[in-house]
């Protein structure tokens, strides 16, 4: 991947978000990630409306120039992440889209949290 992302004559710029989920831990029996990941990929595959998303949010989102992919559900685990991370970043820098802006977002779950934590 590319951070520096060249812009085409729009002046768009692509970028290419690889997410992923994690499955049961604890007392999670469906990690919520893991639901998030198959509702994303199936609006991304199919282009479905999620129920309650607004249809404007989505018309926002196909013109924004960011690609989703991955939606792999990884077990709660560094080792399995680790072992994860090659293929992810192969995948990435073989794709189509080789040289432009990419992120790979992994979702985690926090039993007691109440809002939305960003972690670098």
Do not use: W, Y
């Not at 990929?41 to 998303?53: C, D, H, I, K, M």
């Not at 990419?102 to 779950?109: D, F, K, P």
Request: charge should be negative.
């Amino acid at each position: 991947c590319d951070v520096r992302a060249p812009s085409d004559a729009g002046g768009s710029r692509l970028v290419t978000v690889h997410l992923t989920g994690f499955g049961p831990f604890g007392g999670v029996t469906d990690n919520p990630t893991s639901i998030v990941c198959r509702v994303v990929e199936q609006l991304v595959r199919s282009g479905s409306t999620p129920a309650g998303v607004e249809p404007s949010l989505l018309d926002e989102f196909k013109a924004s120039g960011v690609r989703v992919e991955g939606f792999e559900c990884l077990e709660v685990s560094a080792k399995a992440v680790h072992a994860a991370l090659p293929g992810i970043v192969s995948g990435l820098a073989s794709s189509p889209d080789a040289g432009s802006a990419c992120a790979i977002v992994h979702m985690g779950v926090s039993g007691g949290s109440t809002r939305l934590h960003l972690e670098c």
